[in-house]
């Protein structure tokens, strides 16, 4: 024999069977030679064994953990790097809202010159982008205040993109009801002195009457920002202050500026301090003392699943005779007029005013504390919670439709 011959290389010479060398037999040939059965070595008998009973395991493991998950989609189980099936005490895997086990999407790089882009990397930015902005705001509608405030301390950035995202969304309404409310402190404030009907709400103890403003999830305080400039030149130029703020918001042409010492001082407050506007807090807690304010704005910010302990604060901080005006997407109401979200204020101690369903996409709601205290029903607003968050019975939680 030639060396380096290799069966199989000399193909002119001999002739391999595919999958083997030459002259391989089937299975059952090798097994049977002569009417003899050809003896399967032990160690092969067990592995085959072995492989089938590993193989029958892993089919009634994920059987049983598909009886035990139900709908894949509504419940992911929790992973850890050793096991990939978390279990409690009890030994049983932990089921959980898909919203709160889902990672959030990559983010949109940053600094990047847009105009440099093809049309089609510009789609799948602003689809990235899009992403982003929907799963950072079920986080806000999905959790407590309290984890709200924990997520943006420890990734801020998330704040910022969220309110990217949310100027995009601006843009398409009709009107932002900031606006709204911006404009209706200017009238008001400028039309009346405080405390006068139809005036702004002021302090009582205060020389000045000052309206004090509490703006609880202020965002980007575009509220502080835009009444303080106002507010700035009415001092020097009243009647020019005033026809410039017209032609920016409109309005109506017959407000004059008859209050000429009009004291507005806005605290905003947030989760995070985007300009010095902004104070941190998570607004269930904010750093005033009570009864030191005469109006609260809660404007598109009833956000998570504790927002009546929101409320609870504004009573604190309101003093008597303050109005609470809240703002809120129609389609978290569970009822067309707002009549349940109306009664439920009611009962933390707030009387009613007028509801506003003008707006095709926005209800306006308007409370404020009477001078004297009213019984609260604090315990059938206890019950209600301990059968579901208010997000379950009073205002939906508003999410975004994956696209």
Same mark, same amino acid.
């Given at each position: 024999?030639?060396?380096?011959?290799?069966? $199989?290389?000399?193909?002119?010479?001999?002739?391999?069977?595919?999958?083997?060398?030459?002259?391989?037999?089937?299975?059952?040939?090798?097994?049977?030679?002569?009417?003899?059965?050809?003896?399967?070595? +032990?160690?092969?008998?067990? %592995?085959?064994?072995? @492989?089938?009973? %590993?193989?029958?395991? &892993?089919?009634?493991?994920?059987?049983?953990?598909?009886?035990?998950? *139900?709908?894949?989609?509504?419940?992911?189980?929790?992973?850890?790097?050793?096991?990939?099936?978390?279990?409690?005490?009890?030994?049983?895997?932990?089921?959980?809202?898909?919203?709160?086990?889902?990672?959030?999407?990559?983010?949109?790089?940053?600094?990047?010159?847009?105009?440099?882009?093809?049309?089609?990397?510009?789609?799948?930015?602003?689809?990235?982008?899009?992403?982003?902005?929907?799963?950072? &705001?079920?986080?806000?509608?999905?959790?407590?205040?309290?984890?709200?405030?924990?997520?943006?301390?420890?990734?801020?950035?998330?704040?910022?993109?969220?309110?990217?995202?949310?100027?995009?969304?601006?843009?398409?309404?009709?009107?932002?009801?900031?606006?709204?409310?911006?404009?209706?402190?200017?009238?008001?404030?400028?039309?009346?002195?405080?405390?006068?009907? $139809?005036?702004?709400? *002021?302090?009582?103890? +205060?020389?000045?009457?000052?309206?004090?403003?509490?703006?609880?999830?202020? *965002?980007?305080?575009?509220?502080?920002?835009?009444?303080?400039?106002?507010?700035?030149?009415?001092?020097?130029? %009243?009647?020019?202050?005033?026809?410039?703020?017209?032609?920016?918001?409109?309005? +109506?042409?017959?407000?004059?500026?008859?209050?000429?010492?009009?004291? #507005?001082?806005?605290?905003?407050? @947030?989760?995070?301090?985007?300009?010095?506007?902004?104070? /941190?807090?998570?607004?269930? &807690? /904010?750093?005033?003392?009570?009864?030191?304010?005469?109006?609260? #704005?809660?404007?598109?910010?009833?956000? $998570?699943?504790?927002?009546?302990?929101?409320?609870?604060?504004?009573?604190?901080?309101?003093?008597?005779?303050?109005?609470?005006?809240?703002?809120?997407?129609?389609?978290?109401?569970? @009822?067309?007029?707002?009549?349940?979200?109306?009664?439920?204020?009611?009962?933390? *101690?707030?009387?009613?005013?007028?509801?506003?369903?003008?707006?095709?996409?926005?209800?306006?709601? +308007?409370?404020?504390?009477?001078?004297?205290?009213?019984?609260?029903?604090?315990?059938?607003?206890?019950?209600?919670?301990?059968?579901?968050?208010?997000?379950?019975?009073?205002?939906?939680?508003?999410?975004?439709?994956?696209?």
């Amino acid at each position: 024999m030639p060396l380096f011959s290799v069966k $199989g290389w000399g193909l002119d010479k001999e002739k391999v069977a595919p999958g083997g060398s030459k002259g391989s037999k089937s299975k059952k040939q090798k097994k049977q030679k002569n009417g003899e059965v050809k003896e399967v070595s +032990d160690s092969s008998k067990k %592995h085959k064994m072995a @492989d089938s009973e %590993h193989g029958h395991d &892993n089919r009634r493991h994920k059987k049983q953990r598909e009886s035990k998950n *139900g709908q894949k989609r509504e419940y992911t189980v929790k992973k850890s790097s050793k096991d990939k099936s978390t279990s409690n005490a009890e030994g049983k895997p932990e089921e959980i809202k898909s919203h709160q086990e889902e990672v959030a999407p990559p983010k949109a790089p940053m600094n990047m010159d847009v105009s440099k882009l093809t049309p089609l990397q510009k789609k799948m930015l602003n689809k990235l982008s899009g992403s982003r902005f929907r799963w950072i &705001n079920e986080q806000f509608y999905t959790t407590d205040s309290d984890k709200a405030f924990d997520i943006i301390k420890k990734q801020p950035d998330l704040f910022e993109e969220y309110h990217q995202g949310f100027r995009s969304q601006v843009e398409s309404w009709p009107e932002n009801p900031v606006d709204l409310y911006i404009k209706r402190l200017v009238f008001r404030g400028v039309s009346k002195p405080a405390n006068s009907p $139809g005036g702004l709400p *002021g302090l009582r103890n +205060d020389k000045k009457r000052s309206v004090v403003v509490a703006d609880m999830g202020c *965002g980007e305080a575009e509220l502080a920002t835009q009444v303080e400039k106002f507010l700035e030149f009415y001092r020097k130029d %009243h009647k020019k202050a005033l026809k410039v703020f017209k032609k920016k918001y409109g309005g +109506d042409k017959f407000v004059s500026a008859r209050n000429k010492r009009l004291e #507005i001082k806005v605290h905003s407050f @947030d989760l995070d301090k985007v300009n010095d506007n902004v104070t /941190v807090a998570d607004i269930k &807690n /904010v750093p005033m003392d009570d009864e030191s304010c005469t109006v609260v #704005i809660f404007c598109l910010s009833l956000m $998570g699943t504790n927002f009546l302990d929101f409320i609870k604060e504004a009573y604190r901080i309101l003093a008597p005779g303050g109005e609470l005006w809240i703002a809120e997407i129609q389609s978290r109401l569970t @009822d067309s007029t707002g009549e349940e979200f109306s009664s439920t204020i009611k009962k933390l *101690g707030f009387r009613h005013k007028q509801t506003d369903t003008s707006n095709k996409m926005f209800t306006r709601f +308007d409370f404020f504390k009477p001078l004297k205290p009213e019984r609260l029903d604090v315990q059938n607003i206890q019950s209600l919670r301990e059968s579901g968050s208010e997000g379950q019975w009073l205002l939906k939680p508003c999410i975004y439709k994956r696209r």
